[in-house]
């Protein structure tokens, strides 16, 4: 065949491709979703999905289904999602354990963090607050960082489990101020919170959220907030910045991710869609009363910072030798 005519017919496939997906992305979707919450129901990331999957199903009119497959720190909700069909039509919402599982779990993980996922949507954003027990002398977060340097081995910290968000910010924050505390980790963040309300364990970080109710009763102490600068859901609470710990800032966050091989123009229209939903000015005031920083943002900045979060939390790992065996 002639050169000519060979370049000819490859334009030709190539544009029946284009248009095929172009279809695909245009007539999407034609059958109910599926979006995995990979933790059991009722924790925030299993309500924010819920919040945006009715006014999704709205949207598309196709049901948007959400389904809890907890298990092994989010692991089995990711990993069936990563081996199915990039259609669109499975989609999984993550959390930073996500990112830290890369480093946790490398060598073992079913998927690549990163490159079995095709970034459709950093949703939500929810900064980590850090409390005092009473128990402990003091006001402020430098009266209990100065407690602990006093008194070695007195102050221990508790979190949700080993690798979780909490855990890996407490470990930062040591890594910043040269403070030694044990790390005491536990089935879940309600053990841990009754435990401080106990006297038992000093500090913990968690999201506002899960906090605030304590807060409210004057069983713990509210110490800082693990934000670039205070928030319009708690205006009055210091960041850990101003506390004395410079550029500390971590938060819990809520991720909408795809099989990795989804047709970019399904992934473009998900993404636009969950933003228009998140910014509505009743759903923000949803989230925000959640703890939620609204983001929605789209698929590439979301891939920059899923990217940026295994980066950043596999150094605190490496630095503090953490290890889930």
């Given at each position: 065949m002639p050169r000519r005519a060979v370049l000819g017919t490859g334009a030709f496939v190539a544009a029946i491709l284009h248009a095929g997906h172009g279809a695909r992305a245009?007539?999407?979707?034609?059958?109910?979703?599926?979006?995995?919450?990979?933790?059991?129901?009722?924790?925030?990331?299993?309500?924010?999905?819920?919040?945006?999957?009715?006014?999704l199903s709205k949207a598309f009119g196709q049901p948007v289904v959400v389904e809890n497959r907890p298990g092994a720190n989010s692991i089995v909700g990711a990993a069936a999602t990563a081996s199915s069909a990039a259609d669109g039509y499975t989609l999984v919402m993550v959390l930073p354990a996500h990112a830290a599982n890369a480093t946790l779990q490398a060598g073992k993980l079913p998927f690549d963090?990163?490159?079995?996922?095709?970034?459709?949507?950093?949703?939500?954003?929810?900064?980590?607050?850090?409390?005092?027990?009473?128990?402990?002398?003091?006001?402020?977060?430098?009266?209990?960082?100065?407690?602990?340097?006093?008194?070695?081995?007195?102050?221990?910290?508790?979190?949700?489990?080993?690798?979780?968000?909490?855990?890996?910010?407490?470990?930062?924050?040591?890594?910043?101020?040269?403070?030694?505390?044990?790390?005491?980790?536990?089935?879940?963040?309600?053990?841990?919170l009754q435990d401080l309300m106990a006297g038992n364990i000093g500090l913990m970080f968690d999201t506002y959220s899960t906090l605030k109710p304590q807060f409210d009763a004057g069983t713990i102490r509210p110490l800082g907030i693990a934000a670039a600068e205070r928030t319009a859901f708690a205006p009055d609470?210091?960041?850990?910045?101003?506390?004395?710990?410079?550029?500390?800032?971590?938060?819990?966050?809520?991720?909408?991710?795809?099989?990795?091989?989804?047709?970019?123009?399904?992934?473009?229209?998900?993404?636009?869609?969950?933003?228009?939903?998140?910014?509505?000015?009743?759903?923000?005031?949803?989230?925000?009363?959640?703890?939620?920083?609204?983001?929605?943002?789209?698929?590439?900045?979301?891939?920059?910072?899923?990217?940026?979060?295994?980066?950043?939390?596999?150094?605190v790992i490496r630095t503090a030798k953490i290890s889930v065996e």
């Open positions: 245009a007539d999407y979707p034609v059958r109910p979703v599926r979006i995995i919450v990979p933790y059991t129901p009722g924790g925030t990331t299993d309500i924010a999905t819920r919040l945006v999957a009715e006014p963090a990163v490159a079995s996922f095709a970034p459709v949507s950093l949703v939500v954003t929810a900064p980590l607050v850090l409390a005092g027990s009473r128990h402990i002398p003091g006001q402020t977060l430098r009266d209990y960082l100065d407690y602990a340097r006093r008194n070695p081995g007195k102050m221990n910290y508790g979190s949700s489990g080993i690798g979780a968000t909490a855990h890996l910010a407490m470990e930062l924050l040591k890594i910043r101020t040269g403070v030694q505390m044990e790390h005491i980790p536990y089935r879940g963040t309600q053990p841990a609470l210091p960041t850990v910045v101003e506390g004395g710990v410079d550029g500390l800032v971590a938060s819990s966050w809520c991720m909408l991710l795809a099989p990795a091989g989804t047709p970019q123009g399904i992934v473009e229209r998900l993404s636009g869609e969950v933003a228009r939903i998140v910014r509505e000015p009743g759903m923000t005031a949803k989230l925000q009363d959640l703890g939620f920083v609204v983001e929605g943002r789209p698929p590439a900045e979301t891939g920059d910072f899923l990217k940026s979060e295994v980066e950043r939390w596999g150094s």
